[in-house]
């Protein structure tokens, strides 16, 4: 896709630096994107790997650019089957995880978990958030109800195919409940509408002999409000309606409180309402909260005017870039 | 002859009947939403259902592929319903990258693995032979996909030699022409430049095509020529005193080349239809790629186009290849008609 300079932009060319044409480029393979990027051939990289950043960070004639990404990871826990069903199991699948390691594992992309929505949606605020690795406490949780070495809690984990960051999740979360001894986790991976279809089908029989009790999903702001993390997530009036609260969570003070704060015009107490709803969802564990994905920018070093917007998909603005 | 063009047009015909009601059927075991996942999880049921009526997902299967065959007669390939295109305009620009690429792997192919093995039977048991052999064992088992990473690494990386990807550099405009392949339309513009530019995009890709093919065509020329060149007649050909490059050339190479033809003719259908990994490589926006996406998404539309394509691809592939033979072999020439 080529981009050209447009005359008549109410901005202005006041600078002889501005880019009269970007051209955009589609390089599926990445190592043929890092390649073109080092030798010069590419002035921008702007979805790779997280593999290829090391090698980015050394080069003197790259610049990696990082900023305040929106987009969640989690991987949603089914509430209406077993074993997941079970709070305790859900809480023991969150001391399970260790969320240091995957971002290691993902070179420091994501932020730590701060619950299901950034802090940022919520005044700048986290809830108490309980969940650090401990198997030993995980493995407790799962003795609890009722899972142990003679009895393993059995674990489906459903991924989109070809999402490396969900696959490395979802294998450390493995290996963090195989060191409990009680419970074990298969992962599966699959193209996005046979997910789709699976969870509108799973819905009508809620047969827990086929369940999956994972589901790997990164959530967006699709508006600027904690609305879009909270209310189609886990309002119980969105379960079968859409296809977000497709694990079922549902509690009623949840329920209430988001109606709340849709209704509420006044910002502060919208936002307090917000936070309400946000420290329940975290103490029912919910889900996996994976954590907030940075956005990352692999630049040439002479490029310059850059910066990082929050928005969903990577997004550069143009206007200001220019080449010294 | 034109009795033998109709019977292959309308056996074309129902081959491709037959490969659209698999796809079809398949896409219909397959448990999937499309709908759902071009519209986004937000979308509500109601939205999804108009969706799918306005696509005519609803509809029974069997009309729903009687209204496709029946579009695809008009050439109306539909709508991709994970883009919104119409997939014949996506298909009018992978299409020719596609022919770009598969076209010249064609002809290398041909003639380095026909010169190949030919050079391997003649001078069978000795350094080339040897030579000939370790190149075709390494084509065939080298992985597509690491063997383009070594070239990018070393033609592009370390000798700055060739480009990497893409069919022209990131600054140059694509030439305007009626093709759509670059190479053709420059050289129509008569702006040489961009045909040099052309031609050096490809170079890399069409090499990682091609060594497969180039490997069998050689493997089957030898073994093939070999038989050939033991036969009674060649060895007529040699007592009655004619030279050894007629007598190769002229009698066995000829009989040699139909199990050729045949696996070559193959290797083609492949490559038209599944440049995936070399399209990928090499950020090539070929069919392969484009059926890729569309089948990651179960976008049935595309992947449904994607299998007239090929299929049809085969099929004239085939009828070249039988008119070929009539064309070596005098005999099958003579049976025909």
Known sequence: MLLRK????????????????????????ASTQRLMLEKGELDMAMKFPTEALPAFQKNPDVQVARGQGLRVLYLRLQNAAPPTSDGRVRQAINYAFDGASFRKATEGTYDPPTGPAPALFLGDWSPKFPYTYDPAKAKMLLQGAGYGEGRKAKLIADLLIATPDQRKAAEILQAGLAATGAAELEIRENEWPVMLKY????????????????FGLFTPPRVPDAYAYLWYTYHSKAIGAFARNVMNYANPKVDDLLDRAAASTRSAEKIAFYRQATQIIVDDAADLFVGTQTKVYALRKHIKGFYVHPLWFPTVTVYPLHRE | MLRFLL??????????????????????VIPSDPARAALGQDASQEQVDE?????????????????YVGRLARGDLGVSIVTGNRVVDDLRDAVPATVELV???????????ILLGVASAVWRGRAVDHLSR???????????????????LVFYKHLSWLPAGGRLPLTAMPPEGPTGIYTVDALVAGDLGLVLEAFRHLVLPVITLSTV?????????????????????????????????ATVYKHALRNALIPVVTIFGLRVGIMLGGAVLTETIFAWPGIGRYAFYGLRQLDLPVVSAFVVYV??????????????????????RGAAS
């Open chain 2, 7 to 28: 019977r292959r047009t309308l056996f074309l015909a129902l081959v491709v009947l037959g490969a659209l009601a698999v796809v079809f059927a398949m896409a219909h």
């Open chain 2, 213 to 245: 093919s180039i490997a069998t065509v050689a493997r089957i020329t030898r073994a093939s020529l070999l038989d050939v060149l033991g036969r009674d007649y060649v060895r007529t050909a040699r007592a009655k005193g004619l030279g050894e490059r």
């Open chain 2, 103 to 113: 076209l010249p792997s064609i002809v290398v192919a041909l003639v380095l693995g």
């Open chain 2, 134 to 152: 370790v190149v075709s064992i390494l084509g065939m088992s080298l992985p597509v996909f690491w063997f383009g990473l070594v070239l990018q």
């Open chain 2, 51 to 67: 969706y799918r009526r306005k696509l005519g997902l609803d509809d029974p299967l069997w009309w729903q592929f009687v209204r």
């Open chain 2, 311 to 332: 299929t049809l691809a085969y099929a004239a592939l085939n009828m070249l290849v039988d008119a070929s033979y009539s064309f070596l072999d005098p005999r099958i």
């Open chain 1, 199 to 214: 969870n509108s089908e799973w819905q009508k029989t809620r047969d827990p002999a086929t369940a999956h009790h994972l």
């Open chain 1, 6 to 29: 447009f005359d008549g932009y109410w901005g202005g060319w006041r600078q002889a630096k501005h880019f009269t044409a970007v051209n955009m480029l589609i390089i599926p393979e």
